[in-house]
């Protein structure tokens, strides 16, 4: 029987996650329902050349995610691999985004844009059955569907790393929902954001509660992340049904401040949500307007307000160096961020580096391709065209906000990820990979 890998490769910063790879435990399902065929999971992989021929040895075919930090080294890893003979697909956000895939050539015999569907598992089964004789580029549609199987997972790496960050529960990411209704109706939403679904979509109802039933019994999971982007009030009023769920579980969603009223957030709390995350961005409403924010200080802070006085924790994020930034601007942020922890006792707040990723309004003003593998370089350059502040002001601003009391590890991996403050050298790290399944 052929055996299958699918693994997201590290990249030049990466951090182990406190959260496994859900993307690719969902197609590992879908793989498993409908090929009947085992697939493996090996997650952070760092490059080696004793690592990759190992892997060549034991599978078959390989999966490859790939996104905006990792592309290079996925690439590399690809081409590597059909050196080895293996078969290699490719998925992920800076595929989907992707007008052409030049910049992966000879790394891939299928690549895979947008979510998974019956055509994306056709296209696998091809590959396995070696059908596929050139490289083949397959369209799936954007609503996930199908139910996740969460069995043989290795959960405890996670949990493991979750301590160092302070908060040691039993926690497991679940896609409730996915894309943003925002962006549908701007038709565009935030400029620093990558569009790769067209429509944002709700979770099968059924397929959600019986994962999280699986979690809770066979992991004893406590705490559910939301994946997908923001929890709009249609989609509060469809999930949140406590009768549904274990009674001793907690949540945490992504949401809008113009989402946050006192009628959802007696839902949210009698559901069980432990923490709201809150983009905020900045203290400067120039700036929140200048990125189609969409939302002001006022009714971001009065979303802060009724989550706080229920006792709902909110995590505000803020993204500094956002096109036109000043020395103002930055100030403004620092001050905000600390103005609010003080009154706010349920605040935690995030600060990260504004990224120009492929897919975004901001990526494009940075003239940034898919496949570029993005860097602190751009990171830096982006700076240094389209703010009136230094790198070093900025990471001096981001420093005072991750030094308050409550500062916590940004929630995402594609905006933050060259500014993550640093865990200590832990066991894990020597490892080339997590074989999470």
């Not at 929890?231 to 469809?238: F, G, N, S, T």
Request: proline content about 4%.
């Amino acid at each position: 029987m052929k055996k299958l890998a699918l693994i997201t490769p590290s990249n030049n910063y990466f951090q182990e996650s406190i959260f496994p790879p859900l993307g690719l435990i969902a197609l590992r399902s879908a793989i498993r329902q409908q090929l009947q065929l085992d697939v493996a999971i090996l997650d952070g992989l760092k490059y080696s050349y004793e690592t990759i021929k190992g892997i060549a040895d034991e599978f078959d075919i390989i999966g490859l995610q790939v996104h905006s930090l990792n592309s290079k080294e996925a690439v590399s890893i690809g081409r590597k691999l059909r050196s080895y003979k293996r078969k290699v697909m490719i998925g992920g956000p800076e595929v989907t985004i992707s007008r052409n895939l030049n910049w992966a050539s000879d790394a891939f015999d299928l690549a895979v844009l947008g979510h998974i569907s019956k055509n994306v598992i056709m296209s696998i089964d091809e590959l396995l059955t070696n059908k596929i004789r050139e490289p083949k580029i397959v369209i799936g549609h954007n609503q996930f569907s199908g139910r996740i199987d969460y069995s043989r997972l290795d959960l405890k790496t996670y949990w493991s790393r979750s301590q160092q960050t302070g908060r040691e529960y039993r926690h497991a990411p679940v896609i409730s929902h996915l894309g943003c209704t925002f962006r549908n109706h701007t038709k565009g939403g935030c400029s620093f954001c990558a569009d790769v679904s067209n429509i944002s979509a709700m979770r099968n109802l059924d397929d959600l509660t019986h994962e999280v039933w699986q979690l809770y019994s066979m992991y004893d999971v406590k705490s559910f992340f939301c994946v997908g982007e923001n929890l709009a009030q249609e989609y509060m009023y469809h999930i949140l049904k406590p009768h549904l769920f274990p009674k001793d579980i907690s949540w945490s969603f992504f949401a809008r401040a113009s989402e946050i009223t006192p009628k959802t957030v007696l839902l949210l709390k009698a559901f069980g949500v432990r923490e709201i995350r809150l983009g905020v961005e900045s203290g400067d409403s120039q700036i929140l307007a200048a990125i189609s924010k969409g939302e002001n200080l006022n009714s971001i802070e009065n979303a802060i307000r009724l989550l706080d006085s229920s006792g709902v924790t909110t995590t505000a994020s803020f993204v500094l160096g956002l096109p036109g930034e000043s020395h103002l601007s930055l100030q403004k942020t620092v001050n905000l961020a600390k103005k609010w922890s003080q009154i706010y006792s349920n605040l935690f707040v995030s600060v990260s580096i504004v990224m120009p990723i492929p897919g975004s309004r901001i990526g494009k003003l940075a003239d940034v391709e898919a496949g570029d593998g993005v860097t602190t370089d751009h990171q830096k350059d982006f700076i240094m065209r389209f703010t009136n502040i230094s790198w070093q002001n900025l990471m001096q601003a981001a420093e005072e906000i991750s030094s308050l009391p409550r500062s916590v590890d940004p929630a995402t991996t594609m905006v933050d990820a060259p500014w993550r403050r640093s865990v200590n050298e832990t066991k894990w790290k020597t490892a080339p990979y997590v074989r999470c399944a």
